[in-house]
Every structure is written in C-alpha cells, then in structure tokens.
C-alpha cells in the first residue's frame, strides 16, 4: 500500500530513525546538564596538603583530568575569572596524573592552556591524591579559600558539562575575590570523573559524549 507515492515501509523507516535521533539528542541534553554528586569541600584547609594556602589573599584551586574533553570549557572560565582578577588571587590547578603514567602523562592542550593563564600555577596530582585531600571528584571543581584558610566556595565554574559561558560559579567567584558578597557559594560541578580507567587508558573527549561509566 502506498500514500503519496511513498512506500509505508520507507515512511516507517523515516519514523523510526527521528524517533532514535529525538531520543539520543534527549540523553545527550540530560548527560550534558546532570552534574557530578560531589561531596563538601573541607570547612578548613585540609593538613597534608602539598602547599599552604595564601596567608594574604584568597587561594583558588580547580582540581581536574588532562584527558576530559569537558575540562576545556573550565579551563576557558577560568582564564576570562583570572583576567579581571590579577594579584588579587592565587590560583593553581592540580592535573591528574597515574603513578605508573610517563613523566608528560598529564601534559597537552589542557595543561597548556592552563599554564598559559597569567597568574595560574599547574600542579601534577600523583594518582589525584591532592583532589581526594579536598573531596573532590569530577574534572573542573573548583574551590576557594581565604588568608585564613576558611572555604569560601566549593562547586563548579560552567553551567553545563563542556559549556563556556556565564554561569553562578564564576560569578561567585568573581564576587568574592574582589571582597563582595555572593550570590551563592556552592553550584554544580558538571565534569568527567577525575579518577576514571576508561579516561586514564585513552584519550578521551567527552565535550559531546559520556567518558565515564
């Protein structure tokens, strides 16, 4: 049987496959807005840490994997907070990097990137043992303390997972370096599992994709 001169198998075909592409974009867009469950960042900071916070300005630390696509987008807020922000923060991020990895394990664009930023210190984490020190988690959490070692601000600094762009955590972060009060002081981390195998074993780009599982 046909109508309009198409066959209905072909119709179907045709439907079945907008259904499967409605469906995927659907998982995709859920993926890409559900944030890591993260734990709270110590109250204080933590003792064993390998570096004291700042004794005269706030200490910001982004805690994230070398191989996450997603941790672009971070990096990017990060550069955009730290350029209205100069002298008046010091900032590291720590990079994933396994025991058993070779010495440029954890380098490449995002370590680049992120040494490139003025005023950003790049760490290699040895097996994330500095991320496990502050709870953290997922690729891009980034925390901030004051001279007194109190935590000011504890989540993520993208509205979505490999999205740049305003969001409340850089806005906060913005806030509270430049001694102004915040609107909110913890948001949602939307980023890879730093201590994930299928990420240390590839390199993978989950800007798009799910990369953990």
């Not at 396994?98 to 984490?125: K, L, N, Q, Y």
């Not at 201590?195 to 989950?206: F, R, Y």
């Amino acid at each position: 049987m046909r109508r309009l001169g198409v066959p209905w198998g072909v119709v179907g075909i045709c439907v079945l496959w907008l259904g499967a592409l409605t469906a995927s974009f659907f998982v995709l867009l859920r993926y890409k807005n559900t944030p890591v469950l993260e734990r709270a960042a110590p109250a204080t900071w933590p003792a064993g840490s390998v570096m004291d916070h700042d004794r005269h300005r706030p200490t910001l630390l982004m805690f994230a994997h070398p191989r996450c696509g997603c941790t672009r987008a971070s990096i990017g807020e990060l550069a955009v907070l730290m350029a209205s922000s100069q002298g008046l923060v010091s900032a590291h991020v720590f990079l994933y990097r396994p025991r058993s990895g070779a010495p440029d394990w954890a380098h490449g664009e995002i370590f680049d990137s992120a040494a490139a930023i003025p005023g950003v210190t790049v760490h290699e984490d040895e097996d994330g043992r500095q991320a496990r020190l502050f709870l953290s988690q997922a690729s891009g959490h980034t925390l901030l303390y004051g001279a007194q070692g109190e935590l000011l601000f504890d989540g993520g600094i993208t509205a979505s997972r490999g999205h740049a762009g305003d969001s409340a955590g850089r806005d906060a972060l913005t806030a509270l370096i430049h001694n102004r009060p915040a609107a909110q002081t913890r948001t949602a981390v939307f980023g890879c599992l730093i201590h994930s195998d299928e990420l240390n074993e590839t390199k993978a780009d989950c800007g798009d994709r799910p990369c953990t599982r």
